[in-house]
């Protein structure tokens, strides 16, 4: 089995920070892709940011310049640090990983249970 816990969510100001992790853990055998996903009520689950294996980090265009997305190969860990969040920002942020097992050399995308960020003054 594979478990992607998320952590970090909660309340933040308008420009504020706030700092999710999400951990992987399970019978891994590699991961390639790590990101995150975010879904407002109403509203379609859309793509935040993605980080490759060997580091290169993708962003919406409505992210870029105040999060980053970075990771911690050893501990299969991602990490999305939000800096001047906007109301715009209040979401379910959702983490991914594409990886493989042990048991399966064929890649699979596992999500976490989703943790809310809510921006508000």
């Known amino acids: 089995q594979v478990q992607l816990v998320e952590s970090g969510g909660g309340l933040v100001q308008p420009g504020g920070s706030l700092r999710l992790s999400c951990a992987a853990s399970?019978?891994?055998?590699?991961?390639?892709?790590m990101g995150w996903y975010r879904q407002a009520p109403g509203k379609t689950r859309d793509l935040v940011a993605t980080i490759r294996s060997g580091g290169t980090p993708n962003y919406a265009d409505s992210v870029k310049g105040r999060f980053a997305i970075s990771r911690d190969n050893a501990k299969d860990t991602v990490f999305l640090q939000m800096n001047s969040p906007k109301p715009e920002d209040t979401a379910v942020y959702y983490c991914y990983a594409e990886l493989t097992t042990t048991w399966s050399s064929s890649s699979y995308r596992y999500w976490g249970q989703g943790t809310q960020v809510t921006v508000s003054s």
């Open positions: 399970g019978s891994i055998r590699s991961i390639n892709v």
